[in-house]
């Protein structure tokens, strides 16, 4: 007898799960898909090809949120001194060629011009000194990225340079979990109709099973960030003074030009090659810079809407 509201509740549950899906909320898009599979397990599953994406980025955040909580087996490669400062640890997996790296720092920059700096790929070489090469090779939506990158190598005769042709998905957990999470992994030669570039000169071209960034806006325009790659660097050993210099040279080096740089940007009174991007895709940018200042972190104990008064 209440087959009707039954199915109408089992409806509105997909219908909403699908249009938090395409507004990038993918958190909020996965706890609905899972209530629905709670609910109505019969419907979820006649309805599996709609939410084939949800449940797939779903348990891609639910893995990396796993790894950045995990303690187990990560050596330190640089202990932060405060909680302003970096913290990197590196972890080599048993049995396999993956290598994870780590990082986590509190950033006194903010989050949306954090996210510009990162949005604009071929721009990456003009701030990061070891990057030898970026390209954007297709953004089939608001916040899907592929692109190809490349790592200048400290020795090159010894060990190639190294690139690698990537997959991002920027996921907006703002509003439930105070986040942004920016999902990245290789992708393969053709996917969604993508092809990679050609390799070029003595250049190895590496696999990211997984990798991450979450950024976490704090009080006062200050951003907490989190990073993690799952990679195959396609040597069977990583010798320690490479682990070292990827350590130093890569991810701390990038994570305090990331800081630097989103403060410069912050600055009205600059004009840098992306304020010019910023004007040219100004629709975009626009929403993002909305979007980020729309959150208000609050400290524990603080009432949310007192502080958004504030």
């Known amino acids: 007898f209440d087959h009707f509201p039954r199915m109408a509740e089992a409806n509105t549950i997909l219908e909403r799960c699908l249009e938090l899906f395409a507004e990038d909320k993918v958190f909020q898009a996965s706890r609905l898909e899972k209530e629905l599979l709670s609910k109505y397990p019969q419907f979820h599953a006649e309805n599996a090809d709609k939410l084939k994406r949800v449940i797939e980025m779903g348990a891609e955040a639910e893995k990396i949120h796993a790894e950045f909580a995990s303690v187990d087996g990560w050596t330190v490669v640089r202990q932060a001194k405060n909680e302003?400062?970096?913290?990197?640890?590196?972890?080599?997996?048993?049995?396999?060629?993956?290598?994870?790296?780590?990082?986590?720092?509190?950033?006194?920059?903010?989050?949306?011009?954090?996210?510009?700096?990162?949005?604009?790929?071929?721009?990456?070489?003009?701030?990061?000194?070891?990057?030898?090469?970026?390209?954007?090779?297709?953004?089939?939506?608001?916040c899907e990225r592929y692109f190809w990158l490349k790592v200048w190598s400290p020795t090159p005769a010894i060990i190639h340079h190294r690139d690698a042709c990537i997959y991002a998905r920027a996921i907006d957990g703002l509003d439930e979990d105070g986040c942004v999470l920016v999902l990245l992994r290789t992708f393969a030669d053709g996917e969604d109709g993508v092809a990679h570039p050609k390799p070029e000169p003595r250049t190895t071209r590496v696999a990211v099973k997984?990798?991450?960034?979450?950024?976490?806006?704090?009080?006062?325009g200050k951003t907490r960030v989190r990073f993690l790659a799952h990679v195959d660097p396609k040597l069977s050993v990583l010798p320690a003074w490479?682990?070292?210099?990827?350590?130093?040279?890569?991810?701390?080096?990038?994570?305090?030009?990331?800081?630097?740089?989103?403060?410069?940007?912050a600055d009205k009174k600059a004009d840098t090659p992306h304020h010019q991007r910023m004007r040219d895709k100004a629709d975009f940018y626009d929403w993002l810079v909305h979007r980020a200042r729309s959150y208000t972190p609050t400290l524990p104990g603080v009432d949310a809407a007192a502080a958004a008064a504030a």
Not at 210 to 220: D, I, K, R, S, Y
Not at 243 to 248: M, R
Request: aromatic letters at 10%; charged letters at 20%; hydrophobic letters at 40%.
């Open 242 to 265: 490479l682990i070292n210099w990827i350590s130093t040279k890569v991810c701390y080096l990038g994570i305090r030009r990331l800081e630097s740089c989103a403060r410069k940007l």
């Open 210 to 220: 997984f990798g991450a960034c979450e950024l976490v806006p704090t009080a006062q």
């Open 84 to 142: 302003h400062d970096v913290g990197i640890w590196f972890r080599q997996e048993a049995g396999s060629a993956m290598h994870t790296f780590r990082m986590e720092g509190h950033l006194d920059a903010a989050p949306e011009y954090l996210l510009v700096l990162m949005n604009e790929i071929t721009l990456y070489g003009t701030w990061l000194p070891f990057i030898g090469g970026s390209s954007e090779l297709s953004s089939p939506s608001r």
